[in-house]
């Protein structure tokens, strides 16, 4: 009986030997369990994560704002076209209501003319005048039937050609209003990718410190120096001399009113602008009519070479041409920089000129 019991002793791991093995698993697997990761003995848990450098962010800032930039212009420039479309898709709905009208009344007319010939009885022309007892009368009414008849077969194309026109303009009023739409979703989409962008570039502004946001602002101010006295090395100033037309003074003067108001996407004055805005507005007091959009304003707009600008002309910037200053002289530009700046006058060559355009031809 007592072999039994050691035999089930053994078997359990409550004999010696089993006991040894038992005490041993568990401590390797406490072990275990307190041993530190791989790489743990390197980690510093309480080590605070490492700051960015001023320039790291202040060059994201920068790109940031320049993406909401390129999203601006896509902005306004779904915007115009949603304009556009807003008045052609009301006046072809005004349209559709004349011709409605008019169709309404065709119709109703064509339906008495029915309704009389049906009372005629409808007979040929040949059995009226066997039948009839005035043969005279009948030709002299016969000869005023035709003339109604050619009247009749007018009518009745106009009426055709009414039709067709509704169906015409009913086509062309879906196709705007679809095109209207797709805009409108351009336009959102713009705005929400514009938004984004500012959204981030302002928690990125607001992690600085206000000595750090001081110096940013400096960093700004002297790569802008920077770059205008690289432009002006090449010696393109001296080349230009040429004087501002009547129009182009007009422009410089309504855009000299405007230093110091803020920059706002999107707008277009009196009391906010974006940089194609206040370009748009200021030629608009000279009395021209130019596109809204920087982009546009370099697609459509006459170009000059560098060397023959003159103040009032507009300097376009960056690759995607979406920025842009008004030439005032004396190698200086006026524009509305970005979102966070106010309208002021920077060295011509401050940011990286893509060409010049001439409004007033």
Known sequence: MAGVRGQERIRNGTGGAGARRAALVTVCALGLLAAPGPGAAHAAPDEPPKKRSLESVRAEIEELHDRAGSATDAYNAADERATAQRRQVRKLS????????????????????????????????????????????????????????????????????????????????????????AERARKAAARKKITA????????????????????????????????????????LEQINAKASRAGKRAIAYATEQLGKDYEWGAEGPTTFDCSGLT??????????????????????????????????????????????????????????????????????????????????
């Open 94 to 181: 005004g349209k559709l209501r004349d011709t409605r009208r008019t169709l309404d009344k065709l119709t109703n007319t064509a339906g008495a003319m029915a309704r009389a010939q049906y009372r005629g009885g409808g007979l040929p022309d040949e059995a009226r005048l066997m039948l009839g007892r005035d043969p005279e009368r009948f030709l002299h009414n016969a000869t005023i039937a035709r003339k109604g008849q050619q009247a009749t077969r007018g009518f009745l194309a106009r009426l055709r050609q009414t039709r067709a026109e509704l169906d015409d303009d009913s086509a062309k009023a879906t196709r705007k209003g679809k095109a209207l739409e």
């Open 280 to 361: 748009l507005r200021a030629w608009e007091a000279a009395g021209e009519t130019i596109p809204r959009t920087s982009q546009e304003q370099w697609k459509r707009l006459p170009r000059v070479p560098l060397k023959k600008m003159r103040p009032g002309d507009l300097i376009i910037y960056k690759k995607d041409a979406s920025h842009v200053g008004i030439y005032v002289g004396k190698g200086e530009m006026l524009h509305a920089p970005r979102t966070g700046r106010t309208i002021t006058v920077e060295g011509a060559g401050s940011l990286p000129i893509l060409g010049v355009v001439r409004p007033d031809k």
């Open 197 to 236: 962008q500012l959204k981030r570039a302002r928690k990125l502004e607001r992690s600085l410190e206000a000595d750090e946001l001081k110096r940013m602002r400096e960093l700004d101010e002297k790569e802008a120096l920077a770059r205008h006295a690289k432009w002006l090395k090449t010696g393109a």
